[in-house]
């Protein structure tokens, strides 16, 4: 339910004493009612009305039971300010915004101003304000939305702050798949986080600790290739073979099951998934892919599911998105079967909408539960368009490698004019970062049209793969992965990064999205 917000003359703030907060007025104010909406922890089963307090990194509001309202005061400890309290009364309705001391940190608040509070919500913020017809005492539901952006009638107390939306001097437009240029959004969305096999470059690839680990540390996606077992289970594992970061070559009981296989035209030997159950596969440990990362986590943890992926995300405490690739689909429907003729992107699709990850792009559905579909295979893609409407996005490879099911050559996927057809299925491409800017001897070249063509075509650019270490690093960048992210974001105008750095990433967006954010005139009734 939307409320109207006013904001009257309020009385010295010396009009009243300031009133201590003892660990007795933190546990009550803890017990609190919660806010309302599916992302809301359980109420309290206390019938009593305790003291509700709201606290941010300047200002507390603690409203008596006669009063819906309450004073400014400025508080002790940690989320003491040298400024004097703002000179006025807020007059809020429960239902509009309502938060405690335990479910709002000192840190969640960066907008001093309530009408255009804004509270940050893991990777990035959401500005929750009420427009001129809520400041009138129009209650208006469909007001509530992201600052900066018209994606559907998302009411406060339904929805948590999301994780990705911030005004931006770097950030581009995201259209729907399939709309004009003239219908095009104008909405300025942070670039997207996307953990690449999630922390991979901390923790080995694949594995719930370093998803966990990409969660933690601000991932807006975290990234996963699926798979499938010998029996028919969706796994999550980039090689189709097993050697290079599991520990199958010291596993004696497996020597025999060593394999060759075309894949992608290429002869591969080696052990792979597909002549394994799941229950063979959750036995082996995995270990970091390069030798010059962390080791100390090698062989601690096991494969993952696709079902333990999606779980992940969804116990996560704020909403983080999923993005899935279908991996080697032509190699896994050649070698894996399942009943009633049901090939790979069946399964995939089939497990994707019994977690409920469904709806168009910025649909109130996606939002919820926010999935990307990625592949390498065009086909696979035009396939499932026909089984789910979530968004998609085409994988490109190197100049050199071409399409696995269609045999295309980059040029021709790349060309305007199979960008104008696919882009009926898809809303994006990601293509490896270095077709962007193509290196000479290590330094950037001139950048290629790619990201301006498909801007032109309302289709967002999903680069792969950022990393910090030197080795991936071109000369320009001198040795700094800060750099690298300025330059794509900034200069390039990517609308996304793959990144096998989380954290570095996170931390770049949160230091620079001061420097960068517009400023939002207050709507409200001056003081």
Known sequence: MA?????LAAPSPLARPRPRHSLRHLARAAAARPPAGPFAPPASPSPRRPLRTWRCATWRRAPSPRLRGGRWRPPRGP??????????????????MWFDF??????DLISSCFCCATLRGGGGVLTMGKQKAAMAGKPDPKNTRHALGDIGNIEANNQR??????????????????????????????????????SNGEIPEETAATYLRAIEEGADFIETDILASKDGHLICSHDVILDTTTDIANRTEFTGRKRTYDVQGVKLTGWFIVD???????????KQ???????????KYNI?????????????????GIYPEIKNPIFINQHVKWSRGKKFEDKFVETLLKYGYKGEYMSKDWLKKPPFILSFAPTSLIYISNMTNAPKLLLIYPTTVPTEDTNQSYYEITSNGYLAFIRKYVIGIGPWKDTIIPPNNNHLGPATDLVARAHTLNLQVHPYTFRNENSFLHFNFHQDPYAEYEYSLREIGVDALFTDFTGSLHKYQEWTAPHQRKEKKCTGTPA
């Open 161 to 198: 702050a999301p994780w990705a939306t911030l005004p931006t001097s770097s950030t581009s437009s995201r259209p729907k798949a399939g709309c004009k240029p003239q219908e095009a959004a104008t909405t300025d969305i942070r670039p997207y986080n996307i953990a690449h096999r999630g």
């Open 304 to 320: 993952l599911t696709f079902d333990e992926f999606i779980l992940i995300a969804l116990h996560a405490d704020r909403v983080v």
């Open 276 to 286: 394994f159950t799941l229950r063979e596969l959750k036995s082996l440990r995995v």
């Open 102 to 107: 335990i479910h709002l940190r000192a840190t």
């Open 289 to 299: 892919r390069y030798n010059f990362r962390d080791q100390q986590y090698n062989w």
């Open 79 to 96: 989320w003491s300010s040298r400024s004097p309290p703002p000179p006025r009364y807020v007059d809020l309705d429960d239902d509009l």
């Open 3 to 7: 409320a109207a917000a006013s904001f």
